[in-house]
């Protein structure tokens, strides 16, 4: 009766650890971001603004960061971005 108990008990826990084996391991998942304004119509109209983002999945993340700045007569701006996933980068 013992020798069956612990048999049984053997193929059940070699059963958990295969299924174990077999699951994917947890995808960690995150996304941060932030910004910041600012404008004015006192005198001559101005605006600027920047913000930045973050994603990541697994081993998988892509992000990006850009601003702007303007007057009534000129614009500029800007930005950039990465992606990777696995061992490659963009």
């Known amino acids: 009766m013992k020798s069956k108990l612990a048999k049984a008990a053997l193929t059940a826990a070699a059963a958990l650890a295969l299924a174990g084996a077999a699951t994917p391991a ?41 601003g702007v700045a303007m007057t009534s007569e000129d614009i500029m701006g800007g930005g950039a971005g990465f992606a990777h996933a696995g061992n490659v980068g963009m």
């Open 26 to 66: 947890f995808a960690h998942t995150g996304v941060f971001g932030g910004g910041e304004f600012a404008a004015s119509a006192n005198g001559q109209p101005f605006l600027a603004a920047e913000g930045f983002g973050v994603a990541k999945a697994g081993d998988t993340a892509a992000g990006e960061l850009g």
